[in-house]
């Protein structure tokens, strides 16, 4: 069956930094898009950054565009969110998603998206 698995969430001041990463099982990642997105309690689940399968393609939401930055390692199958000067406004469950799509694109919204991750909760609070 194929997974996503998310780690890396965690407390963090305003400020800080976390490094989120999106490993992935059973399948390798080479030619899926992927997605990172957020939803904080009572909100809308929000897409924060996508990457197209060939890496010449990456989107961030105006939010966090300077802050966030989305990589991915195709020897470890692992794709990464690292953000930096976070705030509290970045406080939510953030999600990997993943779907085969080859080229310089990404879904339109989460509906796009095959595989999801259970989630990683980044709270960012002094």
């Known amino acids: 069956q194929v997974q996503l698995v998310e780690s890396g969430g965690g407390l963090v001041q305003p400020g800080g930094s976390l490094r989120l990463s999106c490993a992935a099982s059973?399948?390798?990642?080479?030619?899926?898009?992927i997605g990172w997105f957020r939803q904080a309690p009572g909100k809308e689940r929000e897409g924060v950054s996508c990457m197209g399968s060939s890496d010449g393609y990456t989107y961030y939401a105006d939010s966090v565009k300077g802050r966030f930055t989305i990589s991915r390692d195709n020897t470890k199958n692992t794709v990464y969110l690292q953000m930096n000067s976070l705030k509290p406004e970045d406080t939510a469950v953030y999600y990997c998603?993943?779907?085969?799509?080859?080229?310089?694109?990404?879904?339109?919204?989460?509906?796009?998206?095959?595989?999801w991750g259970q989630g990683t909760q980044v709270t960012v609070s002094s």
């Open positions: 059973r399948f390798t990642l080479d030619y899926y898009a």
């Open positions: 998603a993943a779907t085969f799509m080859y080229g310089d694109s990404c879904p339109d919204g989460p509906m796009g998206y095959d595989y």
